[in-house]
């Protein structure tokens, strides 16, 4: 038994197949880190002032600002 052609020969079904929709792959769903507490990398912008803020007393700047937004997550009303 002959196999089909792999390409078709009919041009209306070879313009159909140029140009038919190409199927996305779905977004992998993103989990949570599997540990508490784990911090992750990230980049973010925040005002020059905001900054200079949290520089002033040398380092440990980002431990500083993540202390800051825990409090603030932790003050937050749940709903």
């Known amino acids: 038994m002959?196999?089909?052609p792999r390409r078709p020969t009919n041009p209306m079904e070879a313009a159909e197949a140029a140009f038919?929709?190409?199927k996305k792959p779905a977004p992998p769903i993103r989990e949570h880190a599997a540990a508490p507490?784990?911090?992750?990398l990230v980049s973010i912008?925040?005002?020059r002032a905001v900054l200079d803020h949290?520089?002033?007393d040398g380092?440990?700047?980002q431990d500083r600002i993540n202390d800051a937004l825990?409090?603030?997550v932790a003050g937050k009303p749940q709903g």
Do not use: H, S, Y
């Not at 507490?37 to 992750?40: L, P």
């Open 45 to 47: 912008r925040i005002d």
């Open 59 to 61: 380092p440990g700047w």
């Open 2 to 4: 002959a196999t089909p």
């Open 20 to 22: 038919k929709p190409i």
């Open 70 to 72: 825990r409090q603030l």
């Open 37 to 40: 507490n784990v911090r992750e």
């Open 54 to 56: 949290f520089q002033e």
